[in-house]
């Protein structure tokens, strides 16, 4: 009876690919992200390296739309290459390979700024259904399902730690009015913090360095005080 009524509130949908997403690509990959970081950085000495940005960041839209190309999501996003990629056997398949591609993000001020990126690949899924009759999906429960799958996503990876530190969750909800690059300012944002974070640790290793630290009144964004009280903007650890 339980299982019927959580069928039919579709309560156990972004649960599930909340999980499904971890056991089979992000606890696979996520490990192994800032040695291939590392490998790009010593290829290209001439590249600004900030260690704290070296993680995968991964983009959750709640309207679930997704592009294939981010570069036609925003100009200001451009493909630079592929990192190192990984080669395992997986469920049958021989060398199944896992990669990720590194983009220079352009902000206001036409500084570049280098980091692994791509969308929370299940949310395509979710859109789908909500296209699909069979699925019965609406458009708000397709909302309420990318919320929990964020949350989901966030309290399974905040406990696993052989991926501590090796993501950044950037959950967003778009502007009604369409802005040409709200999507690139958002990774220059959390970009920003992470390089903020690497400034404080060394500050704590120097503690005679001059501060530079970011203005505290950094945009805070959240979806609802009722829906999701915690910032959507999250360290990752």
């Not at 799958?149 to 991926?163: A, D, H, N, P, V």
């Not at 400034?199 to 945009?219: C, F, G, K, M, R």
Request: hydrophobic letters at 35%; one cysteine or more.
């Amino acid at each position: 009876e339980m299982s019927e009524m959580s069928e039919r509130s579709k309560q156990n949908v972004a649960h599930g690919l909340a999980w499904s997403f971890y056991v089979g690509y992000l606890k696979i990959v996520l490990p192994r992200v800032k040695k291939s970081m590392e490998e790009f950085s010593r290829a290209n000495p001439n590249l600004p390296a900030c260690r704290k940005t070296w993680k995968l960041h991964i983009l959750i839209p709640l309207s679930c739309d997704i592009y294939d190309d981010l570069e036609k999501a925003d100009s200001n996003i451009q493909y630079v290459t592929e990192l190192t990629e990984t080669t395992l056997a997986r469920a049958g398949i021989k060398k199944r390979v896992y990669k990720h591609s590194l983009y220079a993000i352009t902000d206001e001020e036409n500084q570049l700024w280098h980091c692994a990126v791509e969308y929370a690949t299940p949310l395509q899924t979710l859109y789908a259904m909500s296209q699909d009759e069979c699925a019965a999906f609406s458009r708000e429960e397709r909302l309420e399902q990318a919320k929990l799958f964020y949350r989901t996503l966030e309290e399974i990876l905040k406990g696993s730690k052989e991926c501590a530190d090796t993501y950044r969750l950037i959950a967003y909800e778009e502007p009604e009015e369409v802005e040409t690059h709200f999507l690139s300012r958002e990774i220059v944002w959390h970009l920003r913090q992470e390089h903020h974070e690497e400034i404080a640790v060394l500050e704590q290793s120097h503690p005679h360095s001059p501060s530079t630290a970011l203005d505290s009144a950094e945009l805070n964004l959240q979806i609802s005080v009722s829906d999701l009280p915690q910032p959507l903007r999250t360290d990752g650890f």
